[in-house]
Structure formats: C-alpha cells, structure tokens
C-alpha cells in the first residue's frame, strides 16, 4: 500500500508538471498576447493625441457656427465618455463660448452669470490638456484649481470625478476641517488639486514634497469672492511661487476692479468672455424677483408667515451673519412651523457643513437658514425660493445669492427684505445691474406675529435669550460697518424695537470696534489725543474736573490692585493698599499706610525732578535710563590732523553755498541714496529667497529619504480627499446613477502602517554576516555602540 501510494504520488506529480508546463506556455503566451495588445493600445491612443492636436490647431470658428453639443468639440473618447455617463450633453453660453479658446491653450478671463456652467467650462480643458501631455503619477501636480469656499471645492471634485472616471488621472482635495499631515503624506502623487486659498498655501510653506514647478494650469473659480474674503495676500503668495509659463483660466460671476487687477498679474493676454453682455439681465432668466418692505421689527413675523404659507417647497434664507442664523434656527425649531429646518454657517465644523449640504440637497422640501457662505457657486438642486431677510451689502452679492435657484434654465423665485430707508437706495443699484425686480404688499391676513412667542421662549430658555442678545449686536455691527452709508442708514435702526422684536427684554449695550476712527485711535499717542480734545466735549469737561482734584500719581501696580476681583486678591492684600484716609479695622501691624506729605516749593524748588514711582526712581539712579530721554550721546571722531569733530557735524553755509543751490544738491542725494536703496534693497530679496529655496530643498531632501527607507508601505490606502480617475477602486465605487458618497469619498485614512526600520549590522541574525577564509566581514561600526558590540561579538569567538 506503501508502494502504491508512492507511486501514485509520483504519477500525480508527473501529471502536474505536465500541467504546469502547459499552463507555464500558455502564460507566456498571455504574457506576449497582452504585450502586444498593449502596444497596440498605445499606438492608438497616440494616433488619437495626434488627431485631436491638429483639429484644435486647425480649428475656425468660422467653420462651426451652430455649436450645441460636446461631441462636436474635439475631445478625447474618455472625456465624452465621462460627459455622457454624467448626462452632461448641451453646451451652456460660457462654455461653448470659452471651450475652444481654453482647449487651445489661450488664457481665459471668463464672466458669466450663476448656473451658467463655468464648472464645466474649466474642468474640460484640464482634462484635455493633461491627457493630451500623456501626463502621469511621476510628473506630479499639472493643475490647481483655487476656490473661495470648502462647499464649492467639494462640489468640483464631485464634478471632476464624475466627467474624469475615464481618465488614469489622481485628483485631489485639500480643505480647511482635514488633517494637514495626511493631506501631506499624498500631495506629491497628486495631477489635479483643488482646495481652498488658506490650506493650499500652507501646504506650500510647511509640505516639502509640494513641488508646483511643473505646473501647466491655474484655475480661479469665483475670483472677486476669493479676494473679498480676504484672501488677497494668500492669493498673491501662492501666485508667486508658481511657474509663470502656465495657463490661467479666470471665472467669476462678476467682474470687479480688483479682479481687474488680479488679471493683469496673473493673466497673460488673456480673451475676455463675457455673457452678460449678450443678456437683457445679470440674473437667470427663469428666475422671477420680488421685494417687500419690512420695518425691522417686523422682519421674522413676516419670515414665519411666509415660511408657514410655503411649506412645501425648497427655501433658501440668507441673513448677514452666523448669530442670526443660529438664533433664528434655534427659535423656529422651537415653534415648528411645520417644515424640516436646516442652518449652514461658517462657524460649524466641516463634517457638520457636509451632511448639511448632502442633506439640502437631497431633501424635497426644507428650509435652510445660512450666510453668504452658500452664495457663490453651490449647486443646491430644485430650490424655489431664496429669502433675503438682511439686504446684501451690494447687487453683486444679490446676484450670487438669487443664483441658488432657476439654474440651468430652470424656474426659481427670489423674494428680498429691505426696510424703508433701504428701499430706494437697494432698488436703484439693482436696476442699474439690470435686475427685475418688482415690489409686493404683504396682506394683513397673513400677517402673523411671534413676538410674544420668542419673549416666552428667552424666559424660559437664557441660552437662546443669550443667542438672541448675540444676533442683535452682529446685525448692529453689520449695518455699520457697510460702505455703502446711503443705503445702509445706522442712526435711523430702532435698535429698542428691535430687541423687543428678538424676546429680548431691552437693547444690549453695543460698543462698536474697527471703522477708521478707532483705528487711528488705536494707533495714535495718548499725548496727541490730549492735545486734539475739542473744547467743550465731554472729554474735555471730564479733563477740567480732574484738575480741580490734587493729581496723585498712579502706577501700574495701584491699578493691578484697584481691581476688586476676591478670586486673585485675598483681604490680606487688599489691606496693603490703604491710605491714611482710609478706616482702620484693627491694630494690623503688617499693614502699610501711605500718607500724602505736604512739600513746601521754597524747599524743593524743582517739582518736576522728584522720583514720584519705583519706576522714575530706578530711572534717576540708572545712567543709562537716565541719558535714554536726552537724546542721542554726544561723539567725536578726530580727522588725520588730529582735530575733534562732532559725528554729526554741520556743514557751514558758505561751503554749502559753495557746492550748488539747494535743490540740485537734495535731488542728487535723494538719487543717490534711492540708488543704493534699491541696489541693497535687490540683494536682500535674493538673499531672502536663496534662504526659501534651501530651505524648502533641505525640507524636500528629508521627506524624499523618508518616502525612500518606507519601501513596504502601501499605495493602495487612499485618503478622503485624493482619489485615481477612471481606477478599479473608482469603477467599484461609482454608479453612473448614483451621487459620489461624500461620508466615504472625505474620511481620513489612518490605516497606513509605517515600515519597518532596516536593522542594524549587531541586530541581524547571526548567519547572515558573511565570513570568508575565516575572516568576519562585517559593516564599519560608526558609533560607540557599534564598535561595543563588535568587541563583544569578537570576544564570544565569532
């Protein structure tokens, strides 16, 4: 039985080698086929980069006057691919307006209204030209995408996945909200990157592996709102550190002067496209607008008649700030109206943000209270209403924000609330945009009032009566500091309405912050602001009474303990700083008593020389305190004959005569000394940046080591916010029916393992030091450790 069983081992194992013979020839036969296969596709798609290189080179506008669809752009097959799985097949105005400039490589200056489609008419040509340059993971970033706010960058990269899941393209995400240290341990394979202004420039000063020298497109989605974010100096910096042989592509709503002037440095003779001009209005044409005029105490009554009497529909409130949306959020929740209520402000965190956006826009009906953090770009699907509560600071705000609705073509209304002295101001720079705006009455019927409902609700609740104080002052503040004082009128609020208005039980006390006044307050010398008292104000009055009283000079530390706070300063303390004038609770011998002695001027005839602090005694006692106030010290200096001179010796008038008139010789010193300045001042910024680029190339140098010695770490863990277009793990996750999962697509990968470190010579097992006619060979020691154990290897007999 032995035997036999050997040997019909020994036959199983003859018929396997048999098999895998063959099955070893048909592997290399696949290996061959698949080969070929692969050099034909490679072939193909270079005779398809080839053709669509001379269709855009020979293109005439001439030739194509009736462009309606993408399939007759010259785009490669992934491209349309991706557009007809996402449904996309009409051209907007932009886009076939910008396409074929954009695709020929021409800087793009583009201004066109909200839901116009410039999404599209940026993320085509960034594709194509990618594709077209055979880009790869080993070229490293191709195109920078910068975007006002997190909620539109997502809502590119959504758009990006969607018309690039053909292409073997990486994209990207880098937001505020994210960990900096993941989104850095994967920029460097990144093609495509999107992100917002303040992350991408910080990644630029602190990733080293952020390498933009390779750089062929920037794209500035919604620019005026970039820069009047305040995101002007971010902006410019990143600018300066990206390749100036680029292409820029330039996309706003509306065209500002400092978009203007941020064309002209980034922008090499770029193509103005606009389509507004073409257009009888700024604002979509299905979009129908409307205006009321509210008096400010009467503002939420009428939002929640109108938010009763339109509950089944999809709205969109805008109010000035992130406290008025909380507190009209918490308040209505509390009275149900009967619709699901929503609230999205700059002040939540960036997970919350996200489902609040998911949630919108999948929801049929709900009420969404936000600030202009949704009024640029966001693509909230079927909303039928936008409800301005607070008027926009300008018509370019209200034409961003009455663009959440009648997208693409669709129908929307928009319904605006000004007070009566806005009313006239706000209309006119509306109609000189060319917006249509007509005005409605409110009926007394639907009139309905919920003050009595919020003073109950702030009774009984102090954290919304809190909320309520809160978004009372941050309207206040709003109104204030708006430029435009002819609509913005802040002595005509009435400010104690108002509050009632709110549940409030009295107007909070305001103090007012910034403006240029208390600016210039800020920055100005108590001794200056002194001397520029009016007459007769009541600083001056207050001045007049305090000179009537004795002056008694005050220190720091009389102030420190004039503060009565009995957590920092026990009784004891408190009793060290009583005067003679003060009661006596007890023979308390630690206790010290100032007396303010009578100095007569007969014996001390100089007052003003007396030590009245520690401070001014330590000054007279000091030398060098005491010269600090007089001024620079006197110094000689001796010329070659021996004679001393001032260091700063004047010149005597004759020889100043002498030399020429007095204004040639200024103009010659000025010339010269702004000569040297700049000479100096060309050496210090190339100093300067000689630091940056070894610094960063030091920086570069580490990480690269780093990336290099971590040979078994894995590139398959992909982070929320990079994802490979047209991958598997991209056809398993897409439905071409199915909207990307922003959960998934933004959850942080904390899975990657770090490798492990290479041992050291002493750590290795002990067979695998080679020896060699009986001689060890081993790796030199470098540190004291080593040469240690080298010894005590030698001493075991190895």
Request: charged letters at 30%; a neutral charge.
């Amino acid at each position: 039985m032995s035997s036999n069983g050997h040997g019909k081992r020994d036959t199983n194992g003859s018929k396997h080698s048999v098999n895998g013979k063959k099955n070893a020839h048909n592997k290399n036969g696949g290996g061959a086929n698949n080969n070929k296969s692969k050099h034909v596709k490679r072939q193909s798609e270079n005779a398809h980069i080839a053709a669509l290189e001379t269709q855009i080179k020979e293109w005439d506008p001439a030739e194509h006057p009736n462009l309606t669809k993408f399939e007759q752009l010259p785009l490669s097959r992934a491209t349309l691919q991706g557009l007809r799985s996402s449904h996309f097949v009409d051209m907007t105005d932009i886009q076939r307006q910008s396409l074929m400039a954009s695709l020929k490589g021409e800087d793009i200056l583009g201004a066109a209204r909200t839901g116009s489609g410039k999404t599209l008419a940026f993320l085509i040509p960034v594709l194509e030209r990618l594709y077209r340059q055979k880009w790869n993971q080993q070229d490293g970033l191709g195109a920078l995408i910068i975007s006002p706010t997190r909620e539109l960058a997502i809502q590119i990269f959504q758009v990006l996945r969607k018309i690039g899941r053909a292409h073997s393209l990486s994209a990207g995400l880098v937001i505020g909200g994210k960990d900096v240290q993941v989104e850095s341990e994967r920029l460097a394979r990144l093609n495509i990157l999107i992100g917002t202004p303040g992350r991408l420039l910080q990644h630029l000063d602190q990733t080293a592996g952020f390498d933009v020298s390779n750089l062929q497109m920037l794209v500035l989605d919604e620019a005026d709102r970039i820069l009047d974010m305040g995101f002007k100096k971010s902006l410019d910096a990143i600018i300066d550190n990206l390749p100036t042989t680029r292409q820029t592509l330039l996309f706003s709503a509306t065209q500002t002067k400092t978009v203007s002037d941020l064309a002209r440095l980034s922008l090499s003779d770029p193509r103005y496209i606009s389509v507004h001009e073409e257009d009888q209005t700024a604002t979509p044409k299905g979009l129908e607008q409307f205006y009321i005029v509210s008096p400010l105490d009467e503002k939420l009554d009428n939002m929640y008649a109108f938010i009763k009497s339109h509950i089944k529909t999809k709205m969109l409130i805008f109010f000035s700030s992130s406290k008025q949306v909380r507190f009209a959020y918490e308040s209505f929740r509390k009275l149900q109206p009967g619709i699901p209520l929503l609230h999205l402000h700059g002040k939540q965190k960036q997970q919350a943000r996200i489902d609040v956006t998911q949630k919108f826009s999948s929801a049929q009906y709900s009420c969404l209270f936000a600030t202009d953090i949704v009024a640029r770009g966001i693509d909230f699907p079927a909303v039928d209403w936008v409800i301005q509560v607070d008027a926009p600071e300008d018509a370019a705000t209200y034409i961003h924000r009455v663009g959440r609705s009648a997208r693409f073509d669709k129908k929307g209304r928009a319904l605006l609330f000004v007070t009566p002295s806005e009313e006239k101001g706000m209309i006119s720079a509306l109609e000189s945009r060319k917006v249509p705006i007509s005005k409605l009455t409110i009926r007394e019927a639907k009139k309905k009032s919920i003050r009595q409902d919020l003073q109950a609700l702030c009774f009984q609740d102090p954290e919304l009566k809190y909320l309520g104080q809160k978004a009372f002052i941050s309207y206040v503040r709003s109104v204030y500091i708006q430029k435009n004082k002819d609509i913005f009128n802040f002595e005509s609020l009435p400010l104690e309405k108002f509050a009632e208005s709110l549940g409030l039980p009295g107007a909070p006390n305001i103090k007012i912050k910034g403006g240029e006044r208390s600016k210039e307050a800020k920055n100005a010398p108590r001794q200056l602001l002194k001397l520029t008292k009016e007459p007769g104000s009541d600083d001056e009055q207050e001045g007049e009474d305090k000179k009537k009283e004795p002056e008694k000079v005050r220190t720091k530390y009389d102030r420190m303990f004039e503060r009565k706070n009995q957590n920092v300063l026990s009784e004891h303390y408190l009793n060290l700083t009583k005067t003679a004038g003060d009661e006596d609770d007890g023979d308390d011998f630690i206790a010290v008593k100032r007396q303010d002695h009578i100095i007569d001027d007969e014996e001390i005839p100089n007052l003003l020389e007396i030590p009245t602090s520690k401070r001014a005694q330590k000054r007279a006692l000091s030398k060098k305190l005491s010269t600090k106030s007089k001024g620079n010290a006197t110094k000689l200096v001796f010329d070659d004959e021996g004679n001393a001179h001032a260091i700063y010796e004047l010149e005597d008038e004759e020889d100043f005569k002498k030399a020429g008139d007095a204004a040639v010789q200024k103009a010659e010193f000025v010339a010269r000394e702004s000569a040297a300045m700049q000479e100096k001042d060309i050496e210090d910024k190339q100093v300067a940046r000689d630091k940056r680029v070894e610094k960063k190339r030091r920086r570069q140098e580490i990480e690269r080591r780093a990336l290099e010695a971590e040979q078994d770490e894995s590139d398959d863990g992909e982070g929320g916010y990079q994802v490979t277009l047209g991958g598997a793990d991209d056809e398993s996750d897409y439905d071409h029916n199915q909207e990307p999962d922003i959960d998934r697509d933004y959850e942080s990968s904390d899975n990657d393992e770090p490798a492990a470190k290479k041992p050291k010579w002493f750590q290795k097992d002990k067979d695998s030091a080679p020896v060699r006619n009986g001689v060890l060979e081993v790796e030199e020691p470098d540190t004291l450790e080593d040469l240690e154990a080298l010894s005590a290897r030698l001493i075991r007999g190895r």
